[in-house]
């Protein structure tokens, strides 16, 4: 969405103020898209998945730090950034111009970013994958890992059937808890009579 919205301003179809006021964009700088959400300034990280089309990878910004940790799953370290390069750029550009318009540095009281980009920065020792279809696996494991203070270095290619599984039955557990409480919420109160 960001290159989209930096394509535009490119075009001079749109300013950097009415990108940053898209509904989804703010919603999530603000903390306010879902109810698991918080606002980008209470955070240290923001994980943002990343698809250059045919592959994903995960993009980790620190906020304090103004910097995008890199984590690839398909290439080493010394090559991860080339692939993404054109897919992150608008990011590099554009997200620090979108943070400060919701003033997410002024709220930590740290100085705006103005016309700085944010750096990149490949991760170190990413779990590489062995084929080339579990790089969505990848991302939702290391996301998940770095969430929970684990070592990323556990993700083993071995694993990855075994979380998907895992993964695809949670999936399913939760919505069939959800389906219950709907349907209990259609049927309202009983009463006895």
Known sequence: ??????????????????AANIAVIEDEIQGSASPFSRSWAESEFVYLPLNNSNHWVLLVLEVKKR?????????????????????VESIQWLLPKVMDVHGVYDEIGYERMGNEV????????????????????????????????LDIKEIKSKDIAMYRQKMAIELVLYNNKRMEERKKQKQGPRSCI
């Open 118 to 149: 944010l750096e990149l920065e490949p991760a170190e020792d990413c779990p590489q994958q062995e084929d080339g279809g579990n790089c969505g696996m990848y991302v939702l494991k290391i996301a998940e890992f770095l969430m929970m203070g």
């Open 67 to 87: 910097k995008i940790r890199v984590y690839n799953s398909k290439t080493r370290r010394a090559d991860s950034l080339r692939d993404i390069r054109p897919f």
């Open 1 to 18: 969405m960001l290159r989209r919205q930096n394509e535009k301003i490119e075009k001079g179809e749109t300013t950097i103020t009415e």
